[in-house]
């Protein structure tokens, strides 16, 4: 009997062994295990956790000072969140100098010479009020990202968080007031030094790393001498909204920039044209003449027109079209200039004879006809291809070419893709001109008539539909015939003597062929490569024209990079005259 009691005393005596010695021994494991899977990097986070949690402290504060706050409304952004939001602004503002100046999808009508500012305005309103939309929520989207992908410049942007906010900080109280604070200005400093332009956490030095976990432990220091939330959410804000007046007038400073240049005709452009000039007069006067005069006006070949000022732009548009072209006996090309360019992009042409097609220069300033008409108006616009005479011209083709029944108008800012027979070929069912469509919402470009013609107007309103599709001028077939027969040129005369030639040149040609023009379909033409980075590249690359329309020509310094290449292309830069004036593709 006593045998089976000591063991069953043995047995409780165990199991309370085992119950006491058995937890220890599996913590002890755990903490080893913890210890060989990186006890570090778990204190490190540990630590970082106890960072953070003093920092968004500021978004479970009511703000009471918001009150006297300008707008935009009061929120107070975690440390995270602001920087998340100045990175898009970032993002916008790159995406901003590679398509141009906002705005440019309307100032590719200035071209013309009329102002669509009342539409740019109301456009720009929205986009900012989209814009400042996604900038208080782009950091959901972002902390979704990071769980899916990962993300390469997370310590970059880290860096630059810290650096916002201690420059937040640093605002509240004078570096001298306090010593944290001049710790914390000195090593902002050498923050911004050592992030300097890198875009990669591969970028950064292990000084900077160091740096990094340094300015951690100030700014907490910091937050806890400076704890008043509303205060460092109202100088976030401050510094947000002074960084978007920055921004606007950054702005304003790069659109004008963009219009002196459109407007300043380079220096290379200008020595071309003075050597060519100077060869032409060196050459006698029958030697001056271009071959096959003989096929100028005969009526059964490909007649192209040309309005244009400038030798390179003539080359490119007269070398893409053959190079394209089936039958390259069958073009002629008429350029159209002023009498003081005639020389230069004459001698272009005899050192640079256009294989088996024929070019013809004609001087606007000798047409006898012009006497009787009132040809142009003295435009206000600041770019002198919008005030030149030869915008305007286009309204005057069966005056110029009156032995001609069909011409093709090509502007000097575009480039032949495709051979363009077939475009003889189309059927135009009675109408006047051919041209592209714009009234396609969502496509480059887009327009309505009633963005840029008052249509409440009773002399106007009544003879016009609002809804009526407008058109792109480019590339344009006209049917000589057909304009003569409806007498066209008296009623753009008519219009002009209304007044409505301040309106550009485009919105008469709406108004002068309303009911008259045949569309073509959107492949005949592309437009945007002069202002617009949203092209679709499939549309460019199957296009039989592509045009440079805007302020951002192929052949000026602000060119956009993405679709000179299509330009340049057509254009021999190891002639002799384009190396001598550092043409350069």
Request: charged fraction near 20%.
């Amino acid at each position: 009997m006593s045998k089976i009691r000591l063991c069953q005393r043995i047995l409780l005596l165990s199991l309370f062994f085992l119950s006491v010695v058995a937890p220890l021994v599996f913590v002890s494991h755990r903490l080893n295990l913890l210890t060989l899977l990186g006890r570090r990097e778990f204190l490190e986070d540990l630590y970082r956790a106890t960072y953070r949690g003093d920092t968004l402290k500021l978004n479970a504060v009511e703000q009471e000072g918001a009150d006297g706050l300008e707008e935009p409304n009061q929120v107070v952004y975690t440390e995270k969140d602001f920087a998340s939001t100045i990175s898009y602004y970032s993002e916008k503002n790159n995406d901003f100098k590679e398509s141009g100046i906002a705005g440019y999808r309307t100032t590719t009508l200035e071209r013309n010479g009329f102002n669509p500012d009342k539409g740019q305005r109301q456009g720009a309103q929205q986009n900012e009020l989209s814009f400042m939309a996604q900038g208080r929520n782009i950091h959901d989207s972002q902390r979704m990202s990071e769980k899916n992908i990962q993300v390469t410049n997370k310590k970059v942007q880290e860096i630059k968080d810290q650096v916002i906010l201690a420059k937040a900080y640093l605002k509240i109280a004078p570096p001298s007031s306090n010593l944290r604070l001049r710790d914390l200005e000195q090593l902002t400093r050498e923050m911004e030094l050592a992030v300097g332009e890198a875009t990669q956490d591969s970028d950064l030095s292990t000084s900077a790393l160091q740096k990094m976990r340094h300015m951690e432990a100030s700014l907490s220091k910091v937050y806890r001498a400076f704890p008043d939330c509303s205060a460092l959410g109202a100088k976030l804000h401050t510094m947000l909204r002074q960084a978007e007046e920055q921004v606007r007038s950054q702005r304003h400073q790069a659109t004008y920039l963009v219009h002196l240049a459109a407007r300043t005709a380079p220096k290379g452009l200008h020595c071309l044209s003075m050597r060519l000039t100077a060869e032409y007069f060196a050459l006698r006067p029958e030697e001056r003449k271009l071959p096959n005069e003989n096929k100028i006006y005969h009526p059964d070949l490909y007649h192209y027109a040309v309005f244009s000022d400038n030798v390179l732009a003539c080359a490119a548009v007269v070398n893409s079209t053959i190079s394209t072209a089936k039958e390259q006996e069958k073009l002629v090309f008429h350029v159209l200039t002023k009498s003081l360019n005639l020389p230069a992009i004459s001698m272009w042409f005899l050192i640079n004879p256009p294989a088996k097609a024929t070019v013809h220069i004609l001087s606007i300033d000798n047409f006898e006809w012009s006497s009787k008409y009132n040809t142009y108006q003295e435009n206000n616009s600041s770019y002198p291809r919008f005030t030149s005479e030869l915008n305007y011209l286009h309204f005057y083709l069966p005056d110029i070419f009156p032995a001609l029944n069909k011409i093709v108008l090509l502007d000097h800012d575009v480039v032949v893709q495709q051979d363009l027979s077939e475009l003889w070929n189309i059927n135009m069912k009675g109408n006047v001109i051919g041209a592209v469509g714009t009234c396609q919402e969502g496509k480059i470009p887009f327009y309505r008539i009633d963005m840029f013609i008052n249509l409440s107007d009773p002399l106007i309103g009544k003879r016009f539909d609002a809804n009526a599709c407008t058109w792109a001028f480019g590339m344009n077939l006209f049917d000589l015939q057909q304009w003569r027969r409806h007498n066209l040129t008296a009623v753009y005369q008519n219009y002009v003597q209304m007044g409505l030639w301040n309106i550009g040149s485009l919105p008469l040609g709406w108004l002068t062929f309303y009911n008259k023009t045949e569309l073509l379909d959107r492949q005949w033409h592309v437009l945007g490569l002069g202002y617009s980075s949203d092209v679709d590249r499939n549309e460019i690359e199957q296009a039989s024209v592509i045009h440079y329309d805007g302020l951002r020509k192929p052949w000026l310094d602000i060119a956009m990079g993405r679709y000179k290449s299509y330009w340049t292309k057509f254009l021999n830069f190891d002639n002799i005259f384009l190396q001598q004036c550092n043409l350069q593709a």
